[in-house]
């Protein structure tokens, strides 16, 4: 374990190393075995790089053995094993139009993966990426920030926040409702 980093009360980004390359492609997902001995599957949110670098964003689950672990026992400088790539989401590069990401809660990492891969690939030069991000709460946001580092090559990113329980008086004033009603819009 390299870093470990608090996006929101409940979900975290974990960078791990290896001393092989990473090798994935944009979306995919890893079996991560624990020092416990569970195994979860969690996919990257960062993209492939010769450094062997793997982040994983992650949300605590309440008495989970494997986000237990993660949570309150790893520290950094501990092992775990990383077995993957796997899955079949991923970022196409093949054609010409817009890109649309709809992520919920922790289901942020591969659509950050994507959105970085696509830039990555220079293909925010040319296309627009609309990234719409389903919360509980004002207080369950996170994401915007990372894209935010995508705006800096003059890609064209929108961030679209949805929160499905606003809080009685809150000054929240984005997107209500589910965010898949709020992308279809």
Same mark, same amino acid.
């Given at each position: 374990l390299l870093h470990v980093e608090d996006l929101t009360h409940d979900m975290r980004l974990f960078r791990f190393a290896t001393a092989a390359p990473a090798a994935f492609l944009p979306g995919q997902y890893a079996v991560v075995d624990l020092l416990n001995g569970v195994s979860r599957c969690y996919?990257?949110?960062?993209?492939?790089?010769?450094e062997g670098v793997w982040e994983f964003i992650i949300r605590r689950v309440p008495e989970g053995r494997a986000t237990s672990a993660l949570f309150d026992e790893l520290a950094i400088g501990d092992e775990v094993e990383i077995d993957g790539p796997y899955g079949l989401a991923w970022l196409r590069t093949d054609n010409e139009r817009d890109i649309v !990401?709809? +992520?919920?809660?922790?289901?942020? +990492?591969?659509?950050?993966?994507?959105?970085? =891969?696509?830039?990555?690939? =220079?293909?925010?030069?040319?296309?627009?990426?609309?990234?719409?991000?389903?919360?509980?709460?004002?207080? $369950?946001? !996170?994401?915007?920030?990372?894209?935010?580092?995508?705006?800096? $090559?003059?890609?064209?990113?929108?961030?679209?926040?949805?929160?499905?329980m606003p809080e009685a008086g809150s000054t929240w004033d984005g997107a209500t409702g589910f965010v898949h009603e709020v992308a279809r819009e």
């Open positions: 996919s990257m949110s960062n993209v492939a790089n010769e !990401c709809v +992520a919920g809660g922790s289901g942020l +990492a591969p659509m950050l993966s994507i959105a970085r =891969g696509a830039s990555e690939a =220079g293909l925010l030069a040319t296309r627009q990426l609309h990234f719409f991000y389903g919360a509980r709460t004002p207080a $369950d946001v !996170c994401g915007g920030e990372l894209l935010a580092e995508l705006v800096a $090559d003059g890609a064209k990113v929108h961030f679209h926040p949805v929160v499905s």
